[in-house]
């Protein structure tokens, strides 16, 4: 529904980030509140999916971390086809953090 795609990437990267805190929880761990605790979340998530389609999702966040940081700092805007990719890859990372901790 949202139309817009700068606030659908807004929107799916913070959800995927959400994500990435939340099994880094379950690990029994948590993200670091300072410069480059984003991309230790993108890594982590790189870590832990490999097979398709999460570890594919998992790869391209750190490039949607980049597009975030660029937005935020040089006024980059997302395309439609980027929002889309992120949110495809936020349900494909919903489904495999769902399947390890059902």
Known sequence: R???PV???DLAYNIVHD???ALLAGYGYRARNE???HQG???FLASIFVKPPAGEAAL???IARQNRNSRYYRA???SEVQAD???ADGMALLDAAGELFP
């Open 35 to 37: 410069a480059g605790a």
């Open 7 to 9: 606030t659908r990437h």
């Open 2 to 4: 949202v139309k817009r």
């Open 60 to 62: 391209r966040l750190n």
């Open 41 to 43: 979340v993108a890594m």
């Open 19 to 21: 994500i990435g805190e």
């Open 76 to 78: 980059y805007q997302p």
């Open 85 to 87: 990719q992120l949110v």
